[in-house]
């Protein structure tokens, strides 16, 4: 019999969990491919025993096409959500790849993680040559007449690029733009592609093409790199809700420590085996 895992989602965005505390998880890229056939997610996520003290587990996380990576933002609230049921307690830090991240319940099914600081700089993000991360030398379309232009960079532990718009993201734009820029030579680990449309100081819309997952219905580490990116032009605040396809996240750039607080709901659909 396979061993089992949680099927859980953040606003839609589709999780496979196994929880690795006492048997190791280690899957090759084509056993993370396999488990996608079988049950299909967005992202792969494996609970292991802590590796620090002050951290209740180890977390990581893999892109369904197989490559493991940094960061997971709506995987962190699911993450956060089951390690607080298991230790019947209200808040809870744990590690990743990327750094600590903590989380607290904020109601049924609800929860604020702290998914840390932005990281700015063109060669953390990481981008292949020095430029300004507020608005970098990207655009798409014809040279004198690009349809999207100078878009953001940031990094929340895994690499976004955010092009702002001026009107709802369709789906042809997003697609057809989104996998051409995940690959392009800019970008060396690849890239998160966000289209992000600033309605008003506290409320964007918001659409991801994740880098190894395609178009998903919300991306949390897109959302906070979305408003991190608004921010800074100033075409936002630092707080706003953030309208994905799949519902809504509050982000939150802290001012007093540059921290990054999201807030949204998780689900635990069903268990199964692998
Ligand atoms: N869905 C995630 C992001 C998962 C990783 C991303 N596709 C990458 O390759 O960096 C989220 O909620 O942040």
């Known amino acids: ?31 993370v491919r396999a488990i996608n056939d079988h049950t299909p997610y967005d992202q792969l996520i494996s609970i292991e025993p802590s590796r620090s003290p002050g951290a ?44 600590l991240l903590s989380g607290e319940r904020a109601g049924d099914h609800v929860v604020r993680v702290d998914m840390g600081e932005p990281r700015l700089r063109w060669d953390q993000v990481p981008l292949a040559e020095e430029m300004d991360t507020r608005g970098i030398e990207l655009q798409i379309g014809p040279i004198d007449a690009p349809i999207l232009h100078t878009p953001g960079a940031v990094s929340m532990g895994n690499p976004h690029v955010v092009f702002f718009m001026d009107r709802e993201p369709d789906d042809a734009l997003v697609r057809g733009a989104g996998s051409l820029i995940e690959h392009h030579p800019l970008f060396p680990e690849g890239v998160n592609v ?8 506290d409320r964007i819309r918001l659409r991801v093409w994740e880098r190894g997952a395609g178009l998903t219905k919300a991306c949390g580490t897109g959302a906070c790199a979305a408003l ?24 939150e750039w802290r001012e007093s420590d540059g921290h990054v607080i999201m807030t949204g709901p998780i689900e635990l659909e069903f268990t199964g085996r692998l």
């Open 1 to 31: 019999m396979g061993r089992p895992f949680l099927k859980m989602n953040g606003l839609g965005n589709q999780f496979v969990v196994v929880q690795a505390q006492d048997e190791p998880f280690d899957p090759s890229p084509d056993e």
């Open 228 to 251: 991190v990116a608004c921010a800074r032009r100033g075409l936002t605040g630092r707080r706003a809700t953030m309208e994905l396809d799949g519902g809504e996240l509050t982000i």
């Open 194 to 201: 966000g289209f992000a449309w600033p309605k008003a100081q």
């Open 56 to 99: 209740a587990a180890f977390v990581r996380f893999w892109n369904n096409t197989g490559e493991e990576v940094g960061a997971c933002g709506n995987g962190t609230r699911a993450v956060a959500w089951l390690l607080m049921e298991a230790g019947r307690n209200d808040a809870v830090t744990f590690a990743t790849e990327g750094g």
